[in-house]
C-alpha cells in the first residue's frame, strides 16, 4: 500500500522568504503528484500538479518531481501571510486524480 | 463555476447509530469521492462513484456505506458509529477520475 509521507510537520517562515516543503512516497510506479492547499474551516483546494520528472513553475509556486529519490517538494517564493494553511501532497499511480494517497500535511504560518 | 454542498454542517450521533451524510455538486461532474479527515492525519478515501449507481471502496471502506443514486448527488451512511471516529467527512468530485478535485466544506462528525 502506498505511503505518503510530508516534512516538516509544522513550519513558521517571514513574510518575503522562500518556503520549502517535502514529500515522499513509497510506490516507485506512481504517476501523478500533486499538492492541496486547506485555509483554516475551509475545503482543500488543487495547487499544483505533475506527471513527470523535472519541474514545474506557477506564478510563485513551483513543483520539483524526483521518481528516482521518491520525492517531491512544494517552493513558495515570496512568502505571504494568506499563504498560511495546511499543505497536502498526493499521489496517485494511475495517470490522473483518482485514487489519491495523501500525506498528513504541514502546517505553515507565514509571519509578518 | 460551480459549488458542492455538504449536509450536515455538523453532525451529532450517539455510538451505534447509523447516520447519513449527503453531498451535491453543480459541477456536471461524473466522479464524487469521500474522504475522512482526522486530526493530524491526512485525506483517507472511503467511496468513490465514477458514475451513477457506481461505487468503489477506497482504503477505509469498512464501517460505511455509499449511494449515488443521481449524478449530482453522493451519500455516505455510517453504519455504526464508533466514538474513534470523530472526525470531518469531505466530499469531493472530478470531471472525470484523472481530473482535479473540488472539495466540498466539509460535515464534522461528532460520537457521543
Known amino acids: 500500500q502506498q505511503k505518503v509521507q510530508q516534512s516538516p510537520e509544522s513550519l513558521i517562515v517571514p513574510e518575503g522568504a522562500m518556503t520549502s516543503l517535502n514529500c515522499t512516497f513509497s510506490d516507485s510506479a506512481s504517476q501523478y503528484f500533486a499538492w492541496y492547499r486547506q485555509h483554516s474551516g475551509k475545503a482543500p483546494k488543487a495547487l499544483m500538479s505533475i506527471f513527470s520528472n523535472g519541474e514545474k513553475e506557477e506564478g510563485r509556486f513551483t513543483i520539483h518531481l524526483n521518481k528516482a529519490s521518491l520525492h517531491f517538494s512544494l517552493h513558495i517564493r515570496d512568502s505571504q501571510p494568506s499563504d498560511s494553511a495546511l499543505y497536502l501532497c498526493?499521489?496517485?499511480?494511475?495517470?490522473?486524480?483518482?485514487?489519491?494517497?495523501f500525506g498528513k500535511g504541514t502546517q505553515l504560518i507565514i509571519q509578518p | 463555476g460551480g459549488i458542492i454542498t455538504q449536509t450536515p454542517k455538523f453532525l451529532i450521533g450517539q455510538e451505534g447509530q447509523k447516520l447519513t451524510l449527503k453531498c451535491q455538486q453543480n459541477?456536471?461532474?461524473?466522479?464524487m469521492y469521500w474522504y475522512r479527515q482526522d486530526s493530524g492525519k491526512g485525506l483517507r478515501l472511503i467511496y468513490y462513484?465514477?458514475?451513477?449507481?457506481?461505487?468503489q471502496k477506497g482504503d477505509l471502506s469498512e464501517g460505511y456505506d455509499a449511494s449515488r443514486e443521481k449524478k449530482s448527488s453522493f451519500s455516505l451512511t455510517v453504519t455504526s458509529a464508533q466514538k474513534n471516529e470523530m472526525a470531518v467527512f469531505l466530499c469531493a468530485s472530478s470531471m472525470d477520475r484523472g481530473d482535479e478535485q473540488y472539495f466540498g466544506p466539509g460535515t464534522r462528525l461528532t460520537v457521543l
Open positions: 462513484s465514477i458514475t451513477e449507481n457506481d461505487l
Open positions: 459541477f456536471n461532474h461524473d466522479t
Open positions: 498526493a499521489v496517485s499511480h494511475t495517470g490522473g486524480a483518482d485514487r489519491l494517497t
